[in-house]
Nanobody
Framework: QVQLVESGGGLVQSGGSLRLSCTVS????????MGWYHQGTGSQRVMVAI???????TYADSVKGRFTISRDNTKRTVYLQMTNLKPEDTGVYYC?????????WGQGTQVTVSS
């Protein structure tokens, strides 16, 4: 059974930084797409950044130049480095995995950016 566990959220001041981690347990194969999604209060869940194991990353326009997605396959972990955080970045961040015909979400981690 594949599970995704996020960590690294917290409270940070505007302009600060956080690094989120998503550790994968179970087999998602060597061909997969990992991503981070953001859900603000009363808002839909939206893509922040995705990374394909075949190469290539995609970022939402709102985070380009501020957020970086990366992965350490030896640790089975995907990271989201967030810098220059803004109050509108506040919300729950979810890790997502897609492989073969399956997908999975993590439980989410809360990020709060104070102004």
């Amino acid at each position: 059974q594949v599970q995704l566990v996020e960590s690294g959220g917290g409270l940070v001041q505007s302009g600060g930084s956080l690094r989120l981690s998503c550790t994968v347990s179970g087999n998602i194969g060597s061909s997969n797409v990992m991503g981070w999604y953001h859900q603000g209060t009363g808002s839909q869940r939206v893509m922040v950044a995705i990374d394909s194991s075949r190469g290539g990353t995609t970022y939402a326009d709102s985070v380009k130049g501020r957020f970086t997605i990366s992965r350490d396959n030896t640790k089975r972990t995907v990271y989201l480095q967030m810098t220059n955080l803004k109050p509108e970045d506040t919300g729950v961040y979810y890790c997502h995995a897609a492989w073969s015909v399956e997908t999975r979400w993590g439980q989410g981690t809360q990020v709060t950016v104070s102004s």
